[in-house]
Each structure stands twice: as C-alpha cells, then as structure tokens.
Nanobody, 120 residues
Framework: QVQLVESGGGSVQAGGSLRLSCAVS????????MGWFRQAPGKEREFVAR????????GYADSVKGRFTISTDNAKDTVYLQMNSLKPEDTAVYYC?????????????WGQGTQVTVSS
C-alpha cells in the first residue's frame, strides 16, 4: 500500500522560500514518476513539477521554472519541492503524486495536500 504525505506548507511573504516534503511509504516499485500539483481557490488543479526516479530527470510548469526545484533524498523515501521567490499567485494547496508511467500516464497515488499561502 503506497501512501504519500505532504508537509512543510505554511504562510510566507512574497519573495520568501518554502520547502515542501512528501513522505513516501509502501512499494516504491509501484511507480516511476513523482509529481507536484497545486490547486488554488476556484481554479483547476495544475501541474507544477515532476521527477523520474530513474536518472532524476525533472520537468516544470512554465510558471515555476527557475523558482521551484523538485528533488529526492538518498533514501528515496522523501520527495521535496523547494520553492523560492514565492509570489502571491503561488498560493494554493499543493499535492504530491505518483504514477507508474515513466513518460506518460495518470498519477495513481495522491497525498492529502498542504496549504501554501504567500502574502504581498
């Protein structure tokens, strides 16, 4: 049974930084790609970043390129989202996700989400 639990959310001022963590438990062979998504009030859930376990290849939404970094630790049991130069428009609930597909496919596992609030 795979479980993803996000933490590290909070309230910061614009220009500040925050690091989100996603604790991964269960069978890590159930998926090959990790992702971060976010959903702001009244908005659709949107892709933020993804990481492939194999080789650590990463990808980002244009809105966060150069500001956010997705990574994992050596134990491969935690996925991080380092967020720098935060903007008010980054305010959202952030979700950690995992999928079996390396290059495509639906994300099959989701965390409960963690709130990030960026003030002006």
């Amino acid at each position: 049974q795979v479980q993803l639990v996000e933490s590290g959310g909070g309230s910061v001022q614009a220009g500040g930084s925050l690091r989100l963590s996603c604790a991964v438990s269960g069978n890590i062979f159930s998926f090959n790609t990790m992702g971060w998504f976010r959903q702001a009030p009244g908005k659709e859930r949107e892709f933020v970043a993804r990481l492939r376990w194999s080789g650590g290849s990463t990808g980002y939404a244009d809105s966060v390129k150069g500001r956010f970094t997705i990574s994992t630790d050596n134990a491969k049991d935690t996925v991080y989202l380092q967020m720098n130069s935060l903007k008010p428009e980054d305010t959202a609930v952030y979700y950690c996700a995992a999928r079996s597909g390396l290059y495509s496919g639906e994300y099959e596992y989701w965390g409960q989400g963690t709130q990030v609030t960026v003030s002006s």
